[in-house]
């Protein structure tokens, strides 16, 4: 999904909140929160289009038979192992999501979830490593 496709989808998504009374924090928290849904949205979409959607997908922009590249990242598989982290430990869960979803730098991750710094980096180094051993156990 294009970046601007994944912004366009998030503001509609918020637009349907109350708007009037919602701080900084909060607004990013909700924005990542809806990018994620999109993207494991579209993902889940592309899957079961592999699994015979039954529809011919023709590109009206690139070069015709050059296919996009496959992500790095299932995030499906993401978004199922996030889940299980934010059982145990609800902030890494919200920082990994601010971060990875929202595009955020870990200095305004912290600011939004109101720790310091060094905190947020280091729930990052431990949220990572769980991710890690999740994700290639998968």
Do not use: C, Y
């Not at 592309?46 to 015979?52: D, N, P, S």
């Not at 889940?83 to 999501?97: C, G, K, N, P």
């Amino acid at each position: 999904m294009q970046t601007t496709g994944l912004v366009h989808e998030a503001f509609l998504k918020l637009a349907k909140v109350d708007g009037d009374a919602l701080e900084r924090a909060h607004f990013l928290n909700l924005a990542s929160r809806a990018m994620r849904q999109i993207l494991v949205d579209a993902a889940k979409r592309k899957h079961a289009e592999k699994r015979g959607g039954g529809f011919a997908i023709t590109a009206l922009t690139g070069e015709p038979g050059i296919a996009a590249p496959e992500p790095a990242i299932d995030v499906v598989e993401l978004d199922r192992v996030l889940a299980r982290l934010e059982a145990v430990d609800a902030r890494s869960a919200q920082l990994v999501e601010l971060h990875f979803f929202g595009g955020l730098d870990f200095s305004a991750v912290a600011e939004t979830l109101g720790v310091s710094l060094r905190t947020a980096m280091r729930d990052w180094r431990a949220a990572r490593a769980l991710l890690h051993a999740e994700l290639s156990r998968a």
